[in-house]
């Protein structure tokens, strides 16, 4: 074994085991400390023996066990322990070396914990890595920022880590810098919200309206995940639709109908809100989770609050074939607002990010790898400047094909009573964008007549603001314009 290990890892949970263990399957040599000793030391008789690891009891002993520049990963969770390690580690590394976060971190704080680290003379990376624990074994979608300097000394091992896809291109390129890898990683679980509800939503529809059973649902996800909506999510659907319990019957049915989430999709959410993006889809995702938490409150409801009582008629292939080109559209919208977010952040903070890359990063290793990715970097490659993905040939052409059966589910949804909170936003966003006028010019009415917060006129020169005495007993000032 190498005298010196080329990386270390600290944290020793599911995904830094397994990420160390992926290293050493490439050739390097890991060292890997956890807060726990007995970890470290069940590890090395466990899953790593005989393995290029070395194991460390101290903090002192893991950094001098690396090699220089010290690359050190953290994959503890998210918050004060990364800012606790970082403070233990300043006085034992040296300038140059190069400290690392893999977690799930809001990307202010990587921001300032760029700055920070690189004031005190050292490097940082903060870096989304997804593709859960087979992914991080594997091969995962890897999405570092941070300091720029970094990247040529973590480059050779994150790209052989990373997965792959068909031409062998790893799933993993910088990204930008300070928080903008983190930044990427929480737009991604946004969209893997969206990508989630909308698949949960169709499947409510076809066994509360349609009335499919378990293993017909089984059979479509699987027709689904052999075309157009190829992807990870699909696959596991359906696989989980064909599970059963010990008893022979699904297992799904027995899981409560109570989700959780670890805040990534109500981050996004906040980002767009504070850059002025309508993430209206990944929003509804995030409530659409909420409102499955208050489950005891919903038990109550059900048996106060009334409505239609689910009864199709007609052609189930046809539908479920709706249902499929709605599901699509659905997708393409959530995937459009996602891109719109990043550009937005790209301007707000100064980021150059590569849209196309991104798209390349994702088509493998992570929770929304897909074929429609592909679809996505070629659109970007084409138009680097492209605005929203709605107005790319493909995806346009596929939104307007989409459109009839898209309005069908919805408007049958809501017709029986299933909630689809999801597809309903994605239709609205769809039909909002393309409509040259919308109702705002009331609402800015409004909002000078009750506050005099002034309006622009169709006749005249935007830029210039006007404020009307609607009810004669206002005087003439008018309220500062500003939006936020």
Known sequence: MKQQADIGIIGLAVMGENLALNMESKGYTVAVFNRTP???????????KGKRIVGTTSLKDFVQALSSPRKVMLMVKAGKPVDEYIENLLPILSPGDIIIDGGNTHFPDTDRRTAYVESRGLLYIGTGVSGGEEGALLGPSIMPGGSPKAWPSIKPIFQDIAAKVADGSPCCDWVGEGGAGHFVKMVHNGIEYGDMQLICEAYHIMKDYVGLSHQEMHKVFKTWNEGELDSYLIEITRDILEYNDIDGTPLLEKILDKAGQKGTGKWTGI???ELGVPLTLI????FARCLSAQKEERVIASTILTGPKPKFEGDKQAFVDALQKA???SKIVSYAQGYVLMKAAAEAYGWNLNYGGIALMWRGGCIIRS?????IKEAFDKNPNLTNLMLEPYFREKLMDASDSWRKVIGMAIANGI???AFSAALAYYDGYRSAKLPANLLQAQRDYFGAHTYE???RPQGEFFHTNWTGRGGDTASTTYNV
């Open 371 to 375: 074929v429609f990715l592909g679809k």
């Open 283 to 286: 929003g509804e995702s995030v």
């Open 327 to 329: 599901l699509l559209a």
């Open 271 to 273: 980002s767009a809100m």
């Open 38 to 48: 007995d970890k470290v030391i069940n590890f090395l008789e466990g899953r790593g």
């Open 457 to 459: 006129r169709t006749d």
């Open 419 to 421: 909630p689809v909170p």
